[in-house]
T-cell receptor, first 113, second 114 residues
């Protein structure tokens, strides 16, 4: 069945290490997004991609990087430059950039020790 | 500057009663509004939406009302059920600017007591 998968559910890393979060979708959606959620902060957009091999910075892109080499995959790398990486990370997709409804994955909880 | 505001962080209601969740926005370019429901440690799930050409949209127990002049929308849940207990996010977009800018509020935690 179709959907968005994020793995792993929980991730622990030592400070100073880069870490890559996986996001895969089999919905044939063109657009994909990465958000982070912090307590009391809602969802903030990190990066988004409207089409393969193209992506744009969101509101809080500093310390993050992405790639979109395949339509179904949009991995997010949290680099050591990200000052407060511990957060709940959510990946989403939508059929295309003109389609407002976004479908979310289950999220990855990243804890940097 | 917060463009989508959910000013009340939490709401507690009794099972069977009405839950009213409010959302205000400041950007007059927003023309499409969505409500998402989120359980702890899970991704948000889409609940209901409304376009600015309408002032009401209903789906079962869920109704969203839009007051464009007041830049205010509300989600009504009737009757409320314990399974409705979750965090609800209001989101808005300006379709002319592309959907990449779904702007979310900070969320409101709804607790429905049996």
């Amino acid at each position: 069945d179709g959907g968005i998968t994020q793995s792993p559910k929980y991730l622990f890393r030592k400070e100073g290490q880069n870490v890559t979060l996986s996001c895969e979708q089999n919905l044939n959606h063109d657009a994909m997004y990465w958000y982070r959620q912090d307590p009391g902060q809602g969802l903030r957009l990190i990066y988004y991609s409207q089409i393969v091999n193209d992506f744009q910075k969101g509101d809080i892109a500093e310390g993050y990087s992405v790639s979109r080499e395949k339509k179904e995959s949009f991995p997010l790398t949290v680099t050591s430059a990200q000052k407060n990486p511990t957060a709940f990370y959510l990946c989403a997709s939508s059929p295309d950039a003109a389609h407002n409804e976004q479908f979310f994955g289950p999220g990855t909880r990243l804890t940097v020790l | 500057d917060q463009q989508v505001k959910q000013n009340s962080p939490s709401l507690s209601v009794q099972e069977g009663r009405i839950s009213i969740l409010n959302c205000d926005y400041t950007n007059s370019m927003f023309d499409y509004f969505l409500w998402y429901k989120k359980y702890p440690a899970e991704g948000p799930t889409f609940l209901i939406s409304i376009s600015s050409i309408k002032d009401k949209n209903e789906d079962g127990r869920f109704t969203v009302f839009l007051n464009k002049s007041a830049k205010h929308l509300s989600l009504h849940i009737v009757p409320s059920q314990p399974g409705d207990s979750a965090v609800y996010f209001c989101a808005a977009s300006a379709r002319g600017g592309g959907s990449e800018k779904l702007v979310f509020g900070k969320g409101m935690k709804l607790t429905v007591n049996p």
